[in-house]
């Protein structure tokens, strides 16, 4: 999906389905959830023009996001939203309801390395908060 002022892109997001180890989700978390690996909502991707930037683009995106991820919990038991955050993302998104989790480490070469977090379907607001 993307975000358009005029001919100018000003923002995009992309998803795409995965699944979540629930072993790596912080203990507190974990209530009543099966063994086996869960089906995820991965947002990929969310970025905003810096001219565009505090005008809610991004707000607009996640409430996307967030509405796909509920349909898809109806239809195929999507459990949440997952996002690799970089460095510079975390606060944004802790203020969504994010939470860090244990993901898989790796190596991105010269990128800063990204924190897996998780918003579970039940805490996903009916509208995100204004940032």
Sequence with gaps: MFAADGDAVIGFATVSPSAIDVGRVPAMRRKRSPKYPRPVLRLARLAVDERA???????VF?????G???????DYGCVGVVVDAT???ITFDQR???IEF??????????????PMFLEIDAIPDSPPNP
């Excluded at 930037?53 to 707000?59: C, T």
């Design 102 to 115: 244990f993901g898989l480490s790796g190596h991105l070469g010269d990128r800063p390395q990204p924190r």
């Design 96 to 98: 969504y309801g994010f």
């Design 62 to 66: 996640l409430k996307a996001v967030f």
């Design 53 to 59: 930037q505090g005008r809610g683009v991004g707000r």
């Design 68 to 74: 796909l991820a509920k349909d898809l919990s109806q």
């Design 87 to 89: 460095p510079e993302a």
